[in-house]
């Protein structure tokens, strides 16, 4: 067994998401979208952190699109000869999830024959790379693309689902047939999404069946598929004969590696009490109708540890294994408490003697669209150890957690301390204890030892929405009102410190009336101003991170297209004039503050802000006058918060613009919501800035962007999802990579 895959130490490799689907005639490509890796200073940067082995793509369709043979080399060439450079060890992927050229496919005879032509040419040009994937997770790329009809040849039959799968087993056998002919000492490493059913007692057949199914693409490269076994019996019930499976056999290609890529929601649980679960939930077998759901989400033993399941994986085949992604969709600080966990999981194996090699840091530099699983291309991004939402890729908070890993083999940020959602009752979708609680009820408490968040505004819509959103993320917390500390008071602050030792103070505490703040100048900046001073002084003296909030009110609307955070501040109001000069004496007094620029924002939780009100007035048949003649950028109060929180646990600095994206006047904001909520939006009546004889001026333009990175998505979006949390108890935190419904 060679080098690469044994360690006296667990490893951390790296890996970038890569997937080429096709849906219909189009081709999906992750790389494509983000640019990645297409710049040589992405390898550097993955580099920078430690990782020394990285699955890398030179996947067949991005390489060789066409029939004729041609490859263009210039981006492979360019990359690995940087990889070469950096001395990091590929293990190069040929197809990831994909099917294949335009002129083949899953289903196609032809497609071993051909990839194993590829394979060789890659080979021959790269005669020193040690390790491949030909094809990345076979049997899940089949269930999406044979039975699920998601990708392309988008067939929803037992029989698209096997020839696909065996087509890709016969590719991986092939291509490595060629791959040896040029370098003997080639390795395999096979990767395949590792899941687990269960069941009520009812269903134990099924999932039985399921459970025995997800070894079906180790089994054929191993040759050892047992022709008693009910997998047996299936692939010949759909159409495959025994000589076929039997020719697969004989012709075995064991990995070198067992790679195993294990998300959440790929263990399962099946229920035939249907009524309890959403129709899109609901399939069947043909003897059963019952609901197909994540098992995380529904009961008690739903969570299924990854130590038992890479165990299960060494004891079937005594293969050495890898974790070959570790990736979660989900906030900042739960992408690390996964990370950690599958990093804890191989550990505590390779104290069992079990041989685990490394853990794969996975979407390193983020994912697109598969929160659809990539049926549809919206752009939903979610970052991973790099945000590319910027200039330039942007080291995250899991960027570090990586480096504290490839250097101690632990990551001591704060929050680690505290379990990941699926080990919090968070998780479970039908908790109605815990989603009718008032504000505090289930707030997370700190282990011991942990410090928490201090966050003040306790009376105020933002506090509130703060300290909900960190309740949901795990993020302990103490809410302090005015009353415990005054923070325009250097001893209650200085004395608030020290008691809670926090890790980090989020302010939103502040004067928000902008009218009255004409005539009542001395309170406006003794709460915007005089206070976050006092904040800023205290948490540089105590080394401890700062948020505060600022506004779009600190410019005068003069410019007439968004403003981003290098614009000079002008503001027109007393209002504004408190946050710019906040703004100013934070950082001055406090480097490491991060100041928060935002606008308009609006939530699910109160009924005093414009979009509720303006609701209510209509659903009343009243007439509402909204200028028509004043345009700024609306935000929805959960994406600000969570981003805000993001920034802050990646230890941000300085002036952000955290706003969703558009300018739009509040006279079509309000008929934008009349109309998602079915009211009739000709009530709204649009009137002049002047008409409306407000006691504060007020720019007449100003919308927010970002040039350090737009993070928050469009505000027609936004609005939507605001009528959709509405109804809802509590909002579902963010979610990963899905698996959908078997029928």
């Known amino acids: 067994m060679t080098s690469i895959f044994v360690s006296e130490n667990l490893e951390l490799w790296g890996g970038c998401e890569c997937t080429v689907n096709r849906i219909g005639d189009e081709f999906h490509s992750q790389l494509a979208q983000r640019s990645q890796l297409e710049r ?186 047992d022709p008693a076994s009910q997998v047996w019996t299936y692939l010949r019930k759909a159409g495959i004969k025994d000589e076929e499976l039997m020719d697969v056999l004989s012709q075995p290609c064991p990995p070198d590696l067992l790679g195993i890529n294990h998300y959440l929601t790929s263990a399962r649980f099946l229920d035939e009490e249907t009524e309890r679960y959403a129709s899109h939930e609901i399939g069947g077998n043909g003897r059963h109708t019952y609901a197909d759901v994540a098992a995380v989400r529904v009961g008690a033993g739903g969570f299924c540890e990854p130590r038992d399941l890479l165990r299960e994986a060494w004891e079937r085949f005594r293969i050495p294994l890898a974790v070959t992604e570790a990736h979660l969709g989900c906030t900042r600080e739960e992408q690390m408490r996964w990370l950690l966990e599958m990093w804890n999981a191989a550990q505590a194996l390779r104290g069992e003697q079990v041989p685990v090699t490394a853990v794969t840091a996975w979407s390193i530099c983020g994912a697109y669209d598969w929160n659809s699983l990539l049926t549809r291309s919206d752009g939903h991004y979610e970052s991973g150890a790099f945000d590319l939402r910027g200039p330039h890729p942007r080291e995250t908070a899991v960027a570090g957690c990586l480096r504290e890993l490839t250097t101690w083999g632990a990551s001591r940020h704060p929050l680690l301390r505290e379990p990941g959602w699926w080990r919090r009752r968070i998780r479970l979708a039908n908790d109605e204890a815990l989603a009718g609680a008032p504000l505090g009820t289930y707030a997370p408490r700190a282990s011991r030892g942990a410090p928490v968040l201090l966050i003040t505004g306790a009376n105020g819509t933002l ?165 028509n003649d004043v345009h700024m950028s609306p935000t929805y109060i959960p994406d600000l918060v969570h981003s805000a929180l993001d920034l802050l646990i990646d230890r941000e600095t300085g002036c952000w613009h955290l706003a969703n994206v558009g300018a739009v006047s509040w006279a079509e904001l309000a008929r934008a919501a009349g109309r998602i909520a079915g009211f009739d939006a000709d009530l709204v009546r649009g009137v002049s800035l002047a008409e409306l004889k407000l006691a504060a001026p007020r720019p007449l333009y100003s919308a927010l962007a970002s040039e350090r990175g737009q993070l928050l998505g469009g505000w027609e979006g936004a609005l939507h999802r605001y009528f959709e949390d509405r109804a809802n108890a509590r909002p579902s935190p963010p979610r990963e990579k899905t698996v959908p419904v078997l029928s």
Not at 128 to 151: D, I, K, M, Q
Not at 489 to 498: C, F, G, K, L, Y
Request: glycine share 6%.
């Open 40 to 225: 040589l200073a992405d390898l550097d940067r993955i580099a920078a952190l430690g990782i020394r082995t990285i699955r890398f793509p030179l996947l067949w369709e991005e390489l060789m699109p066409n029939a004729s043979g041609d490859i263009d080399w210039t981006f492979a060439d360019a990359q690995m000869q940087r990889i070469q450079t950096l001395g990091i060890r590929p293990i190069v992927g040929l197809v990831h999830h994909g099917s294949g050229p335009r002129f083949t496919s899953l289903v196609d005879p032809r497609f071993p024959a051909l990839l194993a032509d590829y394979a060789r040419a890659i080979a021959e040009r790269y005669p020193w790379v040690e390790a491949f994937t030909p094809v990345n997770e076979p049997l899940t790329t089949a269930r999406f693309s044979g039975l699920y009809g998601l990708w392309f040849p988008h067939g929803r039959h037992d029989k698209v689902f096997i020839r696909a799968l065996l087509n890709q087993v016969r590719g991986v056998a092939a291509a490595m047939k060629a791959i040896r002919a040029v370098n003997p000492a080639a390795l395999l490493v096979q990767t395949e999404d590792l899941g687990c059913t269960l069941s009520t007692p009812g269903l134990a057949y099924q999932a039985e069946f399921e459970n025995e199914r997800r070894w079906l693409s180790f089994d054929l490269l191993c040759g050892q598929l």
């Open 463 to 627: 506090g509130q929405a703060v300290a909900r959103l960190c309740r949901l993320r795990g993020l302990p917390y103490r809410l302090l009102n005015r009353r415990e500390m005054d923070i325009a008071d250097p001893q209650a602050v200085r004395s608030a410190i020290a008691a809670f030792q926090p890790w980090a103070v989020i302010n939103a505490a502040g004067y928000v009336r902008v009218d009255d703040a004409e005539s009542d100048t001395d309170r406006c900046f003794r709460e915007n101003t005089a206070g976050p001073l006092v904040l800023a002084s205290a948490c540089e003296a105590a080394e401890v991170a700062l948020l505060t909030f600022s506004s779009d009110l600190v410019f005068d609307g003069s410019k007439n297209v968004a403003y981003v955070e290098s614009d000079a501040a002008h503001p027109l109001n007393a209002y504004g004039r408190s946050k710019a000069a906040a703004e100013e004496a934070v950082l001055t007094q406090c480097p490491r503050a991060l100041v928060v620029r935002t606008s308009a924002f609006f939530g699910p939780w109160d009924s005093f802000n414009f979009i509720a009100q303006t609701v209510n007035r209509l659903a009343s048949g009243e007439t509402v006058a909204a200028a």
